[in-house]
């Protein structure tokens, strides 16, 4: 399976925008760029998806290289509910393998 | 909330012994994931299901096992339990189980064995 490599942590201020950035270097043309994030004590939860273009949603924005080599989670302002660990992961098939993802932290 | 349930909520057990923890997926959802967290090895899919039938496996222990009912609720089943399969363990459900669905997480069965 094609790698993601996230920074371990982030801290952003409480509704303020937060970038959360994701290498994905070795993605294949069929891989889609997935955001799942994980609430504390709850099983993660989707976020967001996409394959070339930049996508939105309510809960963010999905920011895509030109080259798909990388790729941004953007909330828009964050609160104190979006204290999560944030996984960035790539899919070309049903199971979703996760990698260690980032930890945001929001300060009030 | 997903629309998984799971149950139990929490399961305390001792080595040796053998656990089912119960998985609903959402109404309509024919495919079910199990998935295993720990501490240390992050979250690991287990094994998949559509309709009845296995469809995927990924890091199953031999000594674990799954199946799905014709009412399309899970089940998972862990025998000869080690003190290492302490850990949360999450079902989650899709439409059809193909390949960009979005996977819905149930809230997880924390299992400690003591």
């Known amino acids: 399976d094609a790698k993601t490599t996230q920074p371990n942590s982030m801290e952003s201020n409480e509704e303020e925008p937060v970038h959360l950035p994701c290498n994905h270097s070795?993605?294949?043309?069929?891989?889609?760029i997935h955001w799942y994030r994980q609430l504390p004590s709850q099983g993660p939860e989707y976020v967001i998806h996409?394959?070339?273009s930049n996508v939105n949603n309510r809960m963010a924005s999905l920011a895509i290289a030109e080259d798909r080599k990388s790729s941004t989670l953007i909330l828009h302002r964050a609160t104190l509910r979006d204290a999560a660990v944030y996984y960035c992961?790539?899919?070309?098939?049903?199971?979703?393998?996760f990698g260690k993802g980032t930890r945001l932290h929001i300060l009030p | 909330d997903s629309g998984v349930t799971q149950t139990p909520k929490h399961l305390i057990t001792a080595t040796g012994q053998r656990v089912t923890l119960r998985c609903s997926p959402r109404?309509?959802?024919?495919?079910v994931y199990w998935y295993q967290q720990s501490l240390d090895q992050g979250l690991q899919f287990l094994i998949q299901?559509?309709?009845?039938?296995?469809?995927a496996k990924g890091n199953i222990l031999e000594r674990f096992s799954a199946q799905q009912f014709p009412d399309l609720h899970s089940e998972l089943n862990l025998s000869s339990l080690e003190l290492g399969d302490s850990a949360l363990y999450f079902c989650?459900?899709?439409?059809?189980?193909?390949?960009?669905?979005?996977?819905?997480f149930g809230p997880g069965t924390r299992l400690l064995v003591l």
């Open positions: 989650a459900s899709s439409v059809v189980g193909a390949g960009q669905e979005t996977q819905y």
């Open positions: 070795t993605i294949s043309g069929t891989d889609y």
């Open positions: 996409g394959l070339t």
């Open positions: 992961i790539l899919r070309d098939r049903q199971q979703i393998i």
């Open positions: 109404s309509g959802d024919l495919s």
């Open positions: 299901y559509y309709n009845g039938e296995e469809r």
